[in-house]
DNA sequence: CTGAAAGCGCTTACAG
DNA sequence: CTGAAAGCGCTTACAG
């Protein structure tokens, strides 16, 4: 690092910063301000172990002073990457995916990689979108939140080669891919206890589609809890939905039609739960005077209903986080992949969280 | 285009589909199996008119034999774009955006664009944002649906050399960015005149926050619509809200206080419209029966809410491709944005619909 | 209308 | 631990 060059190059910088449509900096000043070579620079900035620590400084103050950003374009075509990782969303209008997928383009970002985000059930459907995705090598990695997905639109003999597949929220049964979920189990026993502990003896639930994973999940856990208190589970008490607002209004005329009514419901989902409770307005029935309601995700709008509901609440920004993480473990150790047992591992059941607010008193008239 | 070559070609490409992990073609083998030269390829592909017909033809061909799809970081590094435009909104969770930006997302893609979204409201701050997008060249243009960011953060000396940028729904008053809106005052107009002709004479407003743009032309149109009526402006029937459905919730209470209720309402966001019929559905006054309540976006629950709402429909999807389409024009025609007359003429304003669903009805005592 | 060739800004065996 | 050099897959003056 002669002291006249340096002298020069400030000059050059100057200069650079008051014309803006100047060129960036590049590798090269990087490495010619910090008197090493563009080689040097790059391993400083990505491998850092592989340079001294005198070095990694130099780079370090030289990136500082030249204000240096790396081109993802040339990186990503020297490593022979896309740069980006897709989403696969099963209802993209759906408000309970809006924290999870700022949680992966978060982690995304910070890696530098873009997050594109596709919706499986758009007309072009999910197979072609899959396929594109999949074979064509239009992305380093996938997140798909899908369980609908059938197995066989991701299996194949050819599986190397193709960007790694994370899961996260729901899963396909009887395909080991890693996935980042919560104990549905679990979230719906809590939801059940805090029932339970306020005295309530007569619990239905409105659950999702029957061929759902979350669905049979959930199911379970409210049964066991339900037994667990000795309590029956009352058969016509179980109402079917599919998650959405709209069920949720259907599922309160089924209430409403029941000659021996709950006096608490538990809908497996906040979307049904406001659905339920609007209907129950509507026809005279209160909440929590009436009956109770727990509903399953704390989305956005829960806090703000009326009355504010009491749900589960998942921890949608960290699964979002903890997806895209996994993924770019995956996608730097490709050959952990080939490793079933590694891959059992992988997989994270993150923790869910009752969140009492109003919806949910005691029986009005307690047994 | 000699006969053996062509066989030895395909069985080439044989053998590269069943390898999975075989590189993908290249636009060398596009340019092989047509029998001209990768420039000739790269103008069919970019610039077909620079090409014959005859020519095209066969880069056509062999393209569809061959599978090839463009890698677009090549391209991006060649061209010295980033490949990604930036979409600023101001609050990622409100779902009145999620159609804008599958409309951006849809034509973005369709251009070959990766498209990122960044939340203005965020902690990390919207100047950050700004200035990281606007200044360090990280993406090719910028479409800003939040009107509250200060003309400051966009101008300055040095305009050159910076992405364009494309206002939509919002925009920067007193800085003249070409934008894609909507005719809110008429649209007012629409929502009010649907109450008069319902017989309402009694009518107020949920406007949103004071110094928002929106706000200012939809509370013109509502004056307007009421003075053309012959119908007065009654001040204290005027309720601040902030497009929050929070803010709904609050103005069903100061509804309620007054002395002589207005007989209907129209809120300016289907969100605040929500929060207005819950909250007065919870102390017993029913919409449409006790008051008439108009909305203004129509969002996709608006046709679920219960009642289901009437509203302003907004063209989300066509907001949010006609952005993207003219960002793109900005873009591929950067001595554009030094006219300021064309600059003036580019933006568009999109049509408005009045949706008349069930939350309104003629007054229970016509006067 | 077409081709040969240079080069966008990185990374990474390879050699030292 | 470091550098010289090749090359990722495109595009585009330039020359014909």
Redesign the interface.
């Known amino acids: 690092m002669k002291a006249e060059n340096r002298a020069e190059d400030l000059a050059a910088d100057q200069e650079r910063l008051l014309k803006?449509?100047?060129k960036?900096p590049r590798i090269r000043d990087v490495a010619r301000v910090a008197g090493v070579s563009t080689a040097t620079v790059s391993r400083a900035l990505s491998q850092p172990d592989l340079v001294s620590a005198e070095t990694r400084a130099a780079v370090l103050a030289a990136v500082a002073e030249t204000g240096y950003?790396m081109?993802?374009?040339?990186r990503?075509?020297r490593r022979k990457?896309?740069?980006?990782i897709v989403v696969l969303v099963p209802h993209?209008?759906n408000?309970f995916f809006?924290?999870i997928l700022?949680g992966i383009?978060k982690v995304a970002?910070e890696a530098g990689l873009?997050?594109?985000?596709a919706?499986t059930r758009e007309p072009d459907g999910a197979d072609r979108q899959i396929a594109e995705y999949l074979?064509?090598?239009?992305s380093d990695g996938l997140i798909v939140l899908d369980g609908n997905l059938t197995e066989a639109m991701f299996s194949g003999d050819?599986r190397?080669?193709?960007p790694p597949v994370m899961f996260a929220c729901e899963w396909v049964e009887d395909y080991d891919q890693p996935a980042v979920t919560v104990d549905n189990r679990h979230g719906a026993r809590l939801a059940v206890e805090h029932l339970i502990a306020l005295g309530h003896r007569h619990i239905g639930h409105v659950a999702g589609p029957s061929d759902n994973v979350l669905t049979r999940q959930r199911a379970g856990g409210f049964r066991d809890a339900l037994a667990e208190a000795g309590l029956p589970t009352v058969e016509h008490w179980f109402i079917q939905g599919d998650f959405t607002?709209?069920s949720g209004?259907a599922a309160a005329e089924r209430w409403l039609a029941l000659d021996d009514r709950p006096t608490a419901v538990f809908c497996f989902s906040d979307a049904m739960a406001c659905?339920f409770i609007?209907?129950l307005?509507?026809r005279g029935i209160r909440v929590p005077d009436d009956v109770s309601v727990v509903g399953f995700d704390d989305i956005?709008?829960a806090a703000?209903?009326?009355p504010p509901l009491t749900t589960i609440r998942q921890p949608r920004a960290l699964i979002g986080e903890t997806a895209a993480a996994l993924l770019l473990q995956l996608m730097r150790l490709p050959e952990m992949r080939e490793d079933a047992a590694a891959m059992k591992q992988m997989g994270k059941i993150l923790p869910l969280e009752l969140v009492v607010r109003d919806s949910t008193a005691k029986p009005r008239r307690a047994p």
């Open positions: 803006v449509d100047a960036l950003r081109n993802l374009a040339a990503n075509l990457q896309t740069g980006s993209l209008s408000p809006s924290l700022s383009a970002s873009n997050v594109l985000v919706d074979y064509n090598n239009r050819d190397k080669g193709r607002l709209r209004v659905g609007s209907q307005n509507r956005d709008i703000h209903l009326i």
